[in-house]
């Protein structure tokens, strides 16, 4: 009786297709491939999944309102070339990374002003910084700044290269985050929030909740989450590059569709955006080890994208047919 | 009674919007452990004032004592930390969350984690109170419409709230379940809450309201002590009762003869949520109002005719043969047009012009060689402008730039312009001058004569007096009956969509 119940609820959450999506995956690689499991495999996924998981993490609390945030690639470029540049001016390491992740934070508020306070639409705001911000990256990697943007303090490159426990410190602090956000949505009345205001708009202004404050912080969440993997990257890679976070807001996107959110909003977790970043990372390393011809990955995502919205979509219609609002 | 009984009170509030005033001069005051009804006609204000204790909205004039505590700043928090809880007309719960999740939405102080095994227990218990089948940890998109309700108002009484608004709480309520609620209700009573009840169910209000106000066109009527002289009838001669001698309003003489052909014909039109079976026949040239309060399913019923919402069962027949599929291409192309009670979302392109609006049904007859011809589009569209005196600067204005009757005469013209056999009209008059009222009146009493078909679903009733050669009222979604032209008047169309069938049984007996 009691496992049935445990059943039940873990069946409940929204990233549960997802996850079982992953260890699908996870057990296809490790019996498939002798390399899955070679340490510099598990390094590399380890150093995508983290920077990776910390912009879902905020696109996803974006999805669970209703909104998303197509900026998050371009501020993870921006703040973590700022940082790059920042560490190189001879700053103290931990100054260099809270000046980077404030910046972030501020793209993120931004974006949240102009939505919450000024009436935009989330998708022209953040397309609109989106490009803002690649541009200035551009600009700047292709400038004679570019090339003095190497050669970080010790201390940072440990911290993107050492292991605890085999783990970086940046998957301990993804772990993190994502351990502390999935309580604050599961436990707490603010993050409850979240899903009042993502299932009904309306109800949830009518019923006095901070409807604007709350777009706002998402936002601003959202820019610090994405300077955060910004960061991460160029700690593990040693260098800032022109190209870091160029395209993957789709990615981060699609991973918390798979993972559990629905861009009408009000459901989905950030555990749901752990399980679907890693989902769409295992996939890309599945085509690397068994060497099959990556241009294919695109149809692959493409298609599982197609089935999770179809899914979603045709059970929400059979609903409303059945209780006749439409 | 004292100072100190009293629990709400309201002095001279007032609410417009715009030059539309919405309320004016309301002076109520509600005691302590009691029930007071609000009665009134659609778009009386029951509504709006509703909304202005709860802070939904702010008040143009007067003042909101709540408590003894005059309300400063109109914002539901503000409301609600005065001790006012609320359910809404409409149904306002979250659907993606669980019952106790949807019940208990609130923090209870300053708590910042949710004490989640006690509300659930808590919910369980009031759940229980009514003698409900419902899972507190359900998600409520799986529940059913008046289980979703009863959801809410759950939330509302769980609330510990010394005055709880109740706007419409019954609509989508069975009888079982009403019952359970008036017996919450009056266990509310004598625990000193003070309850504020919307109904359009009469027969409730005088069953359980210790008072009763009535408003009319946003105007307070009087205050009626519930002792046992009050009568429904008494309560529905102060809801209406206009003088028509001295209106705008000419009662129609109905000159469709009796052996005029049915141009258009409903059977059993049933929705899954709502309407239940309603058939009725028009006939060529005739005015049909349909009439129903809200909630009753006239709305529903209007966008099921022309295919805009999913029925369960039902057929129209025009002119004798059945409409295979009804959805608006088809319709349309049966020459059966639809005015849709919305300009902004549902009427008019706000972003074109004023002539590209009025040709859109028309496009086909506009070209010449293939294309579209300028000059044909523009007689096209002066010709309407002349016919109704639209006011306008240019054609090529949007419709924005036109006041709301005039925006009304251009949809009419949209609809005009493939010469309809059958009109379904939504509201012709809703929040325009009365000038222009009289001039679209008399527009659809030509039109008719010439022999197009008119239903108007109308909340509005003297405009449904004047243009009706018969009425059919709506009541619970059932066609409630159909009144003759020489016996419409506002208390014979009030009567049957007000009371339930039975009583109006027992009524008619008496009379």
Sequence with gaps: ?326 | MSEKDIALEIRNVAKNYGNIKALRDISLTVHKGEIHALLGENGAGKSTLIKIISGEISSTEGTVVVNGKKLTTFHPTVSRSMGVAVVHQELSVFENMTVYENIFPYTEGKKAFVPKKKLIQEAQKSIERFGLNISPTEKVSNLTASAQQMVEILRALSENANIILLDEPTSGLNAKETEALMRILRQLREEGISIIYISHRIAEIVQISDCVSVLRDGCYMGTFVNDESLTEHMLISHMVGRDFEKSIYAKKVSAIKDDTPVAFEVQGFTSKKGIEDVSFSVRKGEILGVVGLEGSGTAELSRMLFGLQSREKGEIYFEGNKIPHINPTEMIRHGIMYLSNNRKDMGLYFNMSIMDNVVTPSLNSMTSGGLLSEHKMQDHTLEFVNEFSIVLDSIYDKPGSMSGGNQQKAMLSVCLGVHPKVMIINEPTRGIDVGAKLEILQFLDKLAKEGCTILCFSSDLPEIITLSDRVLIMNSGKNAGIIECDEISETSIMHLAVMDMKERAAWNENS
């Design chain 1, 1 to 326: 009786m009691k496992l049935k119940m445990v059943a039940q609820k873990v069946k409940s959450f929204d990233c549960f297709f997802s996850f079982l999506v992953c260890v699908f995956f996870f057990v296809c690689l490790a019996v498939g491939s002798p390399y899955f499991f070679n340490q510099q495999n598990i390094l590399s996924l380890q150093a995508s999944i983290a920077p990776n998981t910390m912009l879902a993490v905020g696109m996803m609390l974006l999805i669970i309102m209703g909104m998303f945030d197509l900026s998050v690639g371009s501020i993870m470029g921006f703040s973590g070339i700022f940082c790059a540049y920042l560490l190189t001016r001879n700053l103290p390491v931990i100054v260099a990374v809270l000046i980077a992740l404030a910046a972030g934070a501020a793209i993120g508020a931004l974006n949240g002003i102009l939505v919450a306070y000024a009436g935009i639409s989330p998708l022209i705001v953040t397309i609109g910084t989106q490009f803002i911000f690649r541009g200035l990256c551009e600009l700047i990697m292709t400038s004679e700044l570019a090339v003095s943007l190497t050669g970080f303090p010790a201390s940072f490159l440990e911290f993107g290269n050492t292991r605890f426990l085999g783990l970086y410190p940046m998957t301990w602090i993804m772990l993190l985050v994502v351990i502390i956000f999935q309580v604050i949505l599961m436990k707490t009345y603010f993050g409850k929030w979240f899903y009042y205001i993502g299932g009904n708009k309306s109800s949830a202004t009518t019923m006095g909740f901070p409807v604007k404050g709350m777009t706002f912080l998402a936002f601003t969440i959202s820019g610090l989450m994405s300077a955060l993997g910004g960061v991460m990257s160029v700690a593990r890679s040693q260098a800032a590059s022109r190209y870091l976070g160029n395209g993957i807001q789709v990615d981060i996107l699609i991973a918390c569709v798979v993972g559990g959110g629905s861009l009408l909003g009000g459901k989905g977790g950030v555990a749901g955006a752990l399980t679907g970043t890693i989902f769409l990372i295992l996939l890309d390393n599945a085509f690397n080890l068994f060497g099959i011809n990556s241009l294919f990955k695109g149809v692959v995502i493409g298609g599982i994208l197609m089935l999770v919205v179809a899914v979603d979509g045709i059970v929400a219609l059979r609903r409303m047919k059945a209780q006749g609002k439409i």
